[in-house]
């Protein structure tokens, strides 16, 4: 279940994010959203320490999946581009909690 509360943690703070973008960019209205979102991904993720998943794995696995994901959405929302470069940062953030999580199995 820690995975769980982790993975709708993850996509309630990519969706806080990109209602954070909507709220500068435009309508006032989405800080609600921001709001909302950041409330429940850091509850969630507190569910998923609780629940017992360790703090570096929990935090990098967040940090490494939002990175990606807000990307992406990024491009694909508000046309923003992903260089090669991000593209390889990405990857080895990705390397790197891979690396964490097999160095505490």
Known sequence: MAWVFLAVAIIAEVAATL??????????AWYAA???GYLVAIGLLSLALDAGLGLGLTYGAWAAAG???TTLAGAVLFAER??????????LVITGIALVKWGTS
Request: hydrophobic share 60%; charged share 15%.
């Open 19 to 28: 209602s954070l973008k909507m709220a500068v960019t435009g309508r006032k």
């Open 34 to 36: 921001v709001a909302a």
């Open 67 to 69: 990175v990606l994901l």
């Open 82 to 91: 992903v260089s090669r470069t991000s593209a390889v940062g990405i990857a």
